[in-house]
């Protein structure tokens, strides 16, 4: 895996540092190669494809809440050599006219901790870039998605923690565990850190989603991120769905994020070809690239 400070001399303006491949099965399908083109003719010098990491065989045991969730989560692990084999492939074909850094979005589960610390280990030396995500939390009865759909958000996730505001606590204080956890050779960015406002336009518009006690974890995770010299995923996806409408982190944290000197990291999402740039324009009107 890349260095941070190597990964910090990558000019930001041109790096699409978040984007997923034809291995996601909740993609589109498209090949590869059409996203990288495409992220040519946009005119990135730099491509991370972060494809979703498998998830360990035990998560599939007791599956609750939306088959598709689960099912679609991620490529399963037999599927890893073929990837490596593919992406390797298409960063030596492209590499005249595009860098491509070839990698994953880890989830952090706290009960896989152990697995995914064996995942870093076997894999580090074959992985360029790397994010840190969540996208499941615990519940009573197992782990539920937060970005499925809005009826398995529900039912699950949000049934679990009793309101939105509710979610967001949980959610941030999962983004500060996996802050805290020290293992070797974890990612240096963390993926859509408010991915669970993803939601919010289903609901009331006075609903509540944040408090003092959310702006103190996220003012405390801000500041683990910049002690320990670590990246933040600009997530634009959201910006596009109607449900959501804003960035992750949004504005107003990015620009805390900002202020005290993290690296914010442009990422499409794309899990189709045509969003391969989807709020670059943003990224860029906005200078979230300086910091
Ligand atoms: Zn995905
Ligand atoms: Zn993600």
Known sequence: ??????????????????????????????????????AIQCGFRTYSITEHFPL?????????????????????????????EMMNYLKEKYKDQIQILVGFEFDYIEKYRDWYAEQFRKFHSQID?????????????????????IIDFKSGVLEHCGSPLGVAKTYLKTV??????????????YGH?????????LFPNNEPWEDNQT??????????????????????????RKTETESS????????????????VYGSDAHKVRDVSQGFNTYLENRYYKS
């Not at 260095?3 to 590869?32: Q, V």
């Not at 599939?60 to 939306?66: I, L």
């Not at 702006?215 to 596009?240: S, V």
Request: net charge positive; glycine share 6%.
């Open 1 to 38: 895996m890349w260095g941070k400070n190597k990964l910090r001399y990558i000019d930001r303006k041109s790096w699409n540092g978040h984007t997923h491949s034809e291995f996601c099965p909740h993609g589109s399908g498209e090949k590869t190669e059409l996203f990288i083109e495409r």
């Open 56 to 84: 360990p065989d035990v998560f599939y045991s007791h599956p609750v809440g939306s088959r598709h969730a689960i099912y679609t989560a991620a490529m399963f692990y037999d599927e890893l050599p073929k990837y490596f």
């Open 129 to 149: 870039d790397a994010i840190l995500s969540i996208h499941f939390l615990p519940t009573q009865n197992g782990l539920r998605a937060v970005d499925d759909s």
């Open 176 to 189: 500060n565990d996996a802050l805290d956890w020290r293992t070797r050779y974890k990612p240096f960015r």
């Open 193 to 201: 850190i408010m991915l669970y406002r993803k939601w919010r336009n």
């Open 215 to 240: 702006r103190n974890t996220m003012n405390r995770i801000l500041t683990k991120i910049a002690n320990q010299n670590l990246f933040l995923d600009c997530n634009m996806a959201g910006l596009y």
């Open 249 to 264: 982190p949004n504005e107003k944290w990015l620009t805390a994020a900002q202020k005290i000197g993290i690296p914010l």
